[in-house]
């Protein structure tokens, strides 16, 4: 589904989790959050963004489980588009990591979401990505690298 619909303005949205943290049984609450969020964290590491939940007790483990996706890459995100960046959209690699130009519009796209959620600030967006919060915006890479050139 995703490649089919890449391009397309078409959002996917995953599933909800239908085990509720509800009723007085500590384990039984535990258990469903743990669910949760264990599926709220396979959907955002197979590029699903946007998900929904059946109950309020649900946002907790919500909140959680994206913070953490965000704040656990973000250091290596941030020297990866800061590298690709600085090297004006030329093949990089960093580590282990090659990154082209599709993966430096998908490293932007990881820090918009991650902006948007609250788990990065606008004011540390530059510290971390080399990027202005203009720049960011833009949403897209190659307008970044072009502005750059210019």
Not at 68 to 87: C, P, Q, T, V
Request: net charge neutral; charged share 20%; hydrophobic share 45%.
């Amino acid at each position: 589904m995703q490649v089919a619909l890449a391009g397309s303005n078409v959002w996917l949205s995953d599933g909800a989790t239908n085990v509720l943290p509800v009723g007085k049984d500590r384990g039984t609450i535990h258990r469903a959050w743990r669910l949760h969020h264990d599926d709220i964290r396979h959907s955002l590491t197979n590029g699903f963004y946007q998900g929904w939940d059946l109950h309020p007790a649900q946002l907790v483990t919500r909140y959680a489980a994206v913070f953490a996706f965000f704040l656990e890459s973000l250091d290596a995100a941030s020297e990866r588009l800061r590298n690709f960046i600085g090297k004006a959209a030329q093949a990089t690699l960093v580590g282990e990591v090659f990154d082209d130009a599709a993966t430096g519009q998908g490293l932007l796209n990881f820090f918009l979401r991650a902006l948007n959620c609250g788990a990065v600030r606008e004011d540390e967006i530059g510290t971390l990505t080399g990027l202005t919060l203009q720049e960011l915006r833009s949403g897209s890479f190659v307008t970044i690298v072009r502005g750059r050139r210019a």
